[in-house]
């Protein structure tokens, strides 16, 4: 019987296709014309170029390595098949590479076995890597588990993917693009070398500064081979500060990167983090940007965009780092929160203790090198959503704070249907309600691998809904996904970057 167009309908149609493509790419596969490590010119040319596939392919990905972490999970299978028909080379790491795994993937995935709790097995993962998409989870809610997948295992990946990138350039004699350039370390006494500790009020009040206890700060080199900046500030509305003038290496420019990153310990104070900017044969021109940064009881590692400086003066223009040329870190006693110690006391907020480990600043880029599907949360059991919700935040942090450009996709629940149905809402601030397919998911993260504007951002993402009125959440940014609508650029492109 034959039916007019109108009368088809779109849904059942697509799906219809979806189950014989996926039938013939099974067929396809089977034959074996594709090896697991090895493509000869014919079998190239009959994906990337007149090949059943040449329609997904993507500009560059005949070029691009991808590492998927996660393969065999629910969203890492798709992902690796979206990849390969798209034209990409694909490295899979799994635990161990049974018959059950193998026949989980297609023929021409080169599987690498490792293990991301364990940095040794990582290194032939990542060789020959230009990106990777990290789409495993713990299989368990025992803490070890969350921990060693969710929050080592992140760590572990980044720092074995930046070691090779920087073996490539020092094999090409340069420097990695992706390394961050280290502007400061405290290792010895002689890292006090040019530091100033300063003081000072914003105002001065006559009649309190009879009764107030004044203040004092110290930079020095501890017995534990520590650089210490510390110190109290009993004075109203006064301040101490530890400032230096930057010595950067001959050719560098801050311009170049986009952001600082600090390691640091102490109790947990939140400090000032002020950039000094102008012609460094003029510094009567310089005008001053500040940021506010947090830190946590013991040590962490703070991440400071660029982009959140703002001008202590409202009329400066923004900052422009190619003419920083002065750091400053401020302590002042006002918007001090109370931390409670590890002896369960909480300390006094006018005495602060911060111990510098280094100063770097962290590279610029155009396009995401790591891609990490994460969660909001939703759909997990109460009992067990906080330990699992801090050990995924704990692995974004690592992300965060690794140099390299990263998208951290937190999705809702996930649901076993075909992608590409529904329309999708990605919003940043923990607020959808909703589920998404698998399919969608792996979408997104091999779009982001070459979109720009997905670069440095984490959002939340899940199926359309409608708010109660009133209590509209959220601004529809993206309609229904599929291969010919670049969803994501206009999706992302209105979402806040650095987060």
């Known amino acids: 019987m034959i039916r007019r ?7 059942g149609l697509g799906r219809k296709s979806r189950q014989i493509f996926d039938e013939v790419w099974r067929k396809f596969s089977e034959l074996g014309q594709i090896s697991r490590t090895n493509r000869t010119t014919d079998e190239s040319l009959l994906i990337r170029e007149g090949g059943p596939m040449c329609e997904f392919a993507v500009p560059g990905a005949q070029n691009t390595t991808v590492l998927v972490v996660g ?71 025992i803490t070890g588990d969350l921990i060693r997948v969710d929050h080592q295992g992140v760590y572990n990946l980044c720092k074995a993917f930046q070691d090779y990138n920087n073996k490539l350039a020092q094999l090409r004699a340069g420097k990695s693009s992706k390394s ?17 500790v300063r003081q000072g009020t914003y105002f001065q009040d006559v009649v309190a500064a009879k009764y107030d206890g004044g203040m004092d700060a110290k930079f020095e080199f501890t017995e534990t081979r520590n650089c210490v900046f510390s110190g109290y500030v009993f004075a109203r509305g006064g301040y101490v500060e530890l400032s230096k003038k930057l010595s950067l290496p001959l050719g560098c420019t801050l311009d170049r990167y986009e952001g600082l990153v600090l390691s ?8 000032v983090l002020i950039l000094e900017a102008g012609p460094s044969a003029d510094t009567t021109q310089s005008k001053l940007y500040f940021a506010r940064i947090s830190t946590k009881v013991g040590f962490c590692r703070v991440r400071v965009p660029f982009s ?74 109460p009992i067990r959503r906080e ?9 974004e942090d690592s992300l965060r704070r690794s140099g390299l450009g990263y998208t951290i996709i937190r999705p809702g629940p996930l ?21 998404i397919s ?45 291969k010919a609508n670049n969803y994501l650029t206009p999706a992302l492109s209105v979402l806040e970057k650095n987060t």
């Open 415 to 435: 649901e076993e249907e075909p992608g590409g149905q529904r329309a999708l809402i990605f919003d940043q601030g923990n607020r959808i309600s909703q589920g």
């Open 264 to 271: 640091v310990g102490g109790n947990g104070r939140s400090y």
């Open 180 to 196: 961050k350039l280290l502007l400061a370390k405290f290792k010895s006494s002689d890292s006090l070398e040019g530091w100033e």
């Open 71 to 141: 393969a065999t999970s629910r969203i890492g299978r798709i992902v690796v098949r979206k990849l390969m028909l798209r034209g990409y080379s694909v490295k899979a790491l799994v635990r161990k590479a049974d018959q059950e795994v193998i026949d989980m993937l297609p023929r021409s995935v080169d599987i690498v076995i490792g293990d991301v709790g364990d940095p040794a097995t990582l290194k032939a993962a990542v060789e020959g890597c230009n990106k990777i998409i990290y789409a495993a989870t713990a299989r368990s809610a």
């Open 387 to 395: 330990q699992v919700l801090k050990a995924k935040k704990a692995g």
């Open 5 to 11: 167009l109108d009368e088809v309908n779109p849904v």
């Open 308 to 381: 959140s400086f703002r001008p202590v003066k409202p009329d400066a223009p923004p900052l422009d780092p190619f003419l920083v040329h002065t750091i400053t870190i401020r302590f002042e006693p006002r918007r001090q929160r109370p931390v409670e110690g590890p002896t369960g006391i909480n300390q006094d907020l006018r005495s602060f203790k911060l111990i510098l480990e280094y100063i770097k600043a962290l590279p610029t880029g155009q396009e995401t090198d790591f891609v990490l599907v994460s969660c909001t949360g939703l759909g997990i059991d």
């Open 438 to 482: 698998c399919a969608d998911v792996a979408d997104i993260c091999v779009k982001a691998l070459h979109d720009s504007t997905a670069r440095n951002k984490s959002f939340d993402v899940c199926y359309e809904y409608v708010a109660e009125q009133g209590k509209e959440l959220y601004e529809l940014v993206a309609h229904l996904p599929d």
